[in-house]
Every structure is written in C-alpha cells, then in structure tokens.
C-alpha cells in the first residue's frame, strides 16, 4: 500500500501562484510514476500532469501547458505542482495519484491508470 498526502492548497486571486506538495509513505517512491488530477463540482476527475519515476519524462494537459510544472524529489518522497498564472478555471479540487510502474520514462494520463490516490486539496482561483 501507498499512502498520499497532499498539500498547499488554497484560495489566489486570478494571476497569483500556488506549489502543491504531495508526500508518499509506504513502498519505495522511486518505483512510481506520479500524476497530478483535479475535479471540479459537477465534472468528471481529469488529468492534470504527470511525471515518470525517474524524473526525465512529463507530460501536462493542453490547457496547463507553460503554466504549471510538475517535479519531484525521490529523496524526500515528494511530488510537486507548481501553479502560475492561475485561472478561475481551475478552481477544483486536485489531488495526486501513484502508479507503480518498471519503466523510467513512462507517465500515464488515464485516471484508470493509477492505484493509489490522495485526499485531495482544495484549490480556489478567485476572479
């Protein structure tokens, strides 16, 4: 089992910036691939980014592009979102997801993809 703990978010004015953290317990960090997702009131979760275990692979939604960045830290068993230039449209609710995987440069955008998801983090983008 993976545990998932995800952090930092909160409320920002449209433009502003928010990094949200998300920290793994429980099997070697490093074995997962990590994505990000969000899902808003009414709509269905939707992939946000992801990264591969190794760290060198990533890949975002269209809309995220040039925006946000994911990364991580297998020493401190941590992935990161780094929010910029944030929108009223992408206020939801996000949370982080691990896939174990044997490939290095692999990442996965299905949310069927994954196995162990957090709790998620409120993040609100007011106009």
């Known amino acids: 089992q993976v545990q998932l703990v995800e952090s930092g978010g909160g409320l920002v004015q449209a433009g502003g910036s928010l990094r949200l953290s998300c920290t793994a317990s429980?099997?070697?960090?490093?074995?997962?691939?990590m994505g990000w997702f969000r899902q808003a009131p009414g709509k269905e979760r939707e992939f946000v980014a992801a990264i591969s275990r190794s760290g060198n692979s990533s890949g975002y939604k269209d809309s995220v592009k040039g925006r946000f960045t994911i990364s991580r830290d297998n020493a401190k068993n941590t992935t990161y979102l780094q929010m910029n230039s944030l929108k009223p449209e992408d206020t939801a609710v996000y949370y982080c997801a691990a896939r174990n995987t044997e490939y290095n440069t692999n990442y996965y955008t299905g949310v069927n993809n994954y196995d162990y998801w957090g709790q998620g983090t409120q993040v609100t983008v007011s106009s």
């Open positions: 429980g099997r070697t960090f490093s074995d997962y691939c």
